[in-house]
């Protein structure tokens, strides 16, 4: 896994197809796999890398609480596309920090091989990795959205059709009915059940009202936890 060389073009590249579908590298919130991608890069992606660079800027957001994000650090081949092997090339280890390093096992050596390194990171890693997991009920919510047309001409089957076709991790579509609103006009009501720490309304609303042609605005109607 990897991205090659993310401080080439070629590595961005490679960065901009794997966030193509994703918002974030591992999973549905920001976490340590986007800090690790992150501070690989020398700068921000160009501006036609248009999702590599919404990606860095929302994780840039993130820099006074970057250390509190969730998730264990780890080096840059344990992420990104299956096939690709990571050539990011690292900023050489100065003599001070070498001094400052503290041996977390108690070691006496002065030196440390970098296979000895290597695993003793992954151990750290797989020991944080068990300590961060704790057992926890799934909390849901049950959401019912109003999604309004430009006009009495919009096509309201397509506008159905473009909603239901946004698909996450947590997400459920349910029941939908068109309610008249006024001037032969009428609102798309759409239900939908959620899980909390995956889908947000936020995420939701940008998503639907992505679809400019025929969303003029999205309002949630209920919000109820299940």
């Given at each position: 896994?990897?991205?090659?060389?993310?401080?080439?073009?070629?590595?961005?590249?490679?960065?901009?197809?794997?966030?193509?579908?994703?918002?974030y590298i591992e999973g549905y919130v920001p976490s340590q796999a986007d800090v690790a991608v992150f501070e690989a890069l020398s700068g921000p992606p160009?501006?036609?890398?248009?999702?590599?660079?919404?990606?860095?800027?929302?994780?840039?957001?993130?820099?006074?609480?970057?250390?509190?994000?969730?998730?264990?650090?780890?080096?840059?081949?344990?992420?990104?596309?299956?096939?690709?092997?990571?050539?990011?090339?690292?900023?050489?280890?100065?003599?001070?920090?070498?001094?400052?390093?503290?041996?977390?096992?108690?070691?006496?050596?002065?030196?440390?091989?970098?296979?000895?390194?290597?695993?003793?990171?992954?151990?750290?890693?797989?020991?944080?990795?068990?300590?961060?997991?704790?057992?926890?009920?799934?909390?849901?919510?049950?959401?019912?959205?109003?999604?309004?047309?430009?006009?009495?001409?919009?096509?309201?089957?397509?506008?159905?059709?473009?909603?239901?076709?946004?698909?996450?991790?947590?997400?459920?579509?349910?029941?939908?009915?068109?309610?008249?609103?006024?001037?032969?006009?009428?609102?798309?009501?759409?239900?939908?059940?959620?899980?909390?720490?995956?889908?947000?309304?936020?995420?939701?609303?940008?998503?639907?009202?992505?679809?400019?042609?025929?969303?003029?605005?999205?309002?949630?109607?209920?919000?109820?936890?299940?």
């Amino acid at each position: 896994m990897g991205f090659g060389d993310l401080k080439s073009p070629a590595g961005l590249g490679v960065l901009e197809e794997f966030l193509a579908d994703k918002s974030y590298i591992e999973g549905y919130v920001p976490s340590q796999a986007d800090v690790a991608v992150f501070e690989a890069l020398s700068g921000p992606p160009p501006a036609d890398l248009c999702h590599a660079l919404r990606w860095y800027n929302h994780i840039k957001s993130y820099e006074k609480e970057k250390n509190s994000l969730p998730g264990v650090k780890k080096p840059l081949a344990n992420y990104g596309p299956a096939g690709v092997e990571d050539t990011t090339a690292t900023k050489p280890q100065s003599k001070v920090e070498e001094d400052d390093d503290i041996d977390l096992f108690g070691s006496d050596d002065e030196e440390e091989s970098e296979e000895a390194k290597r695993i003793r990171e992954e151990r750290l890693a797989q020991y944080e990795s068990k300590k961060s997991k704790k057992p926890a009920l799934i909390a849901k919510s049950s959401i019912l959205l109003d999604v309004k047309p430009w006009d009495d001409e919009t096509d309201m089957a397509k506008m159905e059709e473009c909603v239901r076709s946004i698909q996450m991790d947590g997400l459920v579509w349910g029941m939908s009915k068109l309610v008249p609103v006024g001037y032969g006009i009428k609102k798309l009501q759409i239900q939908c059940v959620v899980e909390d720490d995956k889908v947000g309304v936020d995420i939701l609303e940008e998503q639907i009202t992505a679809f400019e042609d025929y969303v003029q605005s999205v309002d949630v109607a209920a919000f109820n936890k299940i």
